[in-house]
């Protein structure tokens, strides 16, 4: 009889099990399973997200890096410009410093060559008064007729020739 108590036993806990089984089959498993269907739903939403998220971000890099690229790319033109800008400012100064060194010269140089003309004339026409001067007194000292004619020829002649050279 101890078998039969024992067999009773196994036989209603088998039954009892089996109940169990079937109330948490029935009832249970289901509610678990909708549960963890809602939460791999729920990450795969938030995963799709995460990863639309990470190709935004990564397309926001690219953007970013390609500005970045951009601007330097910019800054190098506009340094290269700039050198460009100042090598041609540097030679417009030096070529309008030389113009104007030049034109100075020239400049210079003609009004040397006008106050030497200038100092030429008056040494000419002081000269001229000079010879006038020591004419007539040689005159007035020695008045032969045949003298003062010669003299008085010579310096038509000295005058005609200044005169010349004057008008040339």
Do not use: C, W
Request: charged residues 40%; neutral net charge.
């Amino acid at each position: 009889m101890e078998h039969s108590g024992f067999l009773s036993n196994l036989v209603f806990t088998t039954i009892n099990f089996i109940i169990y089984a079937f109330i948490i089959y029935k009832f249970l498993v289901p509610k678990i399973k909708q549960s963890i269907d809602q939460k791999n739903k729920k990450l795969e939403e938030e995963l799709k997200k995460s990863e639309m998220e990470l190709e935004s971000a990564k397309k926001r890099y690219e953007e970013a890096k390609n500005m970045v690229d951009k601007a330097k790319e910019e800054a190098e033109k506009i340094e290269i410009d700039i050198k460009n800008l100042a090598e041609t400012e540097s030679e417009k100064i030096l070529k309008s410093a030389y113009e104007f060194e030049n034109k100075k010269i020239e400049e210079t140089e003609r009004i040397i060559e006008s106050k030497l003309q200038e100092a030429k004339n008056e040494l000419r026409k002081y000269t001229l008064e000079y010879a006038i001067k020591l004419a007539e007194e040689y005159i007035k000292v020695n008045k032969r007729p045949e003298d003062s004619k010669r003299v008085f020829s010579k310096i038509l002649d000295s005058i005609e020739k200044i005169r010349n050279e004057r008008s040339n």
